[in-house]
């Protein structure tokens, strides 16, 4: 167990939907970062957050959006999904934000796009 | 830019086997970190080392050990006497230690150990 907890476990929805992905990192950790793991895609860095702004953002749509809260947990919102959409999504934690610091990956939300 | 490669696509062996993954980077930072990653079935991913730039010692933990050469590029991990748990897709990573910069992973390799 990482520490790292996501909910939900799965979520499957229908194009045009919106959905809300929840993280909880390990206590103590200041980053998150979220990634999408799809099979043609492997796995993408999509954003990071440290200490609740935004530290760096990778291949995120513009129909995605991530927030970190005070309380350092984050949601990663996805909108107008489509069917590639479809994917693996992992929360990650650190203690801080830089590349030197292993990430602790959380057991990932499986979304399915009908 | 960064690069990681893992040529080998999937690898079969027989329990007992040793069997080396190979990982190849590409980048210009001189100071920069590499991670192996386990990904057994089900699904989470699972921290297995990370190595700096300026350390090339080579590693071993239990049955796992580590080859890192900076002449080639290589970060190469090694399962002696493989078991059926080790049955997973294994992703090699790098990062340069940078604020705000971030984790480019490998396409990964799936180990299949059979009994």
Known sequence: DSGVTQT???????????VTLRCSPRSGDLSVYWYQQSLDQGLQFLIQYYNGE????????????????????????LSSLELGDSALYFCASSSYGTGSNEQFFGPGTRLTVL | AQKVTQAQTEISVVEKEDVTL??????????????????????????????????????????YSWNFQKSTSSFNFTITASQVVDSAVY???LSPDNYGQNFVFGPGTRLSVLP
Do not use: M
């Not at chain 2, 970190?33 to 080392?49: M, N, R, T």
């Open chain 1, 54 to 77: 935004e530290r760096a953002k990778g291949n995120i749509l513009e129909r995605f959006s991530a927030q970190q809260f005070p309380d350092l947990h984050s949601e990663l919102n």
């Open chain 1, 8 to 18: 939900p476990k799965h979520l499957i929805t229908a194009t045009g939907q919106r």
């Open chain 2, 91 to 93: 992703f090699c990573a």
């Open chain 2, 22 to 63: 190979d990982c190849v980077y590409e980048t210009r930072d001189t100071t920069y970190y590499l991670f192996w990653y386990k990904q057994p079935p089900s699904g989470e991913l699972v921290f297995l080392i990370r190595r700096n730039s300026f350390d090339e010692q080579n590693e071993i933990s239990g049955r």
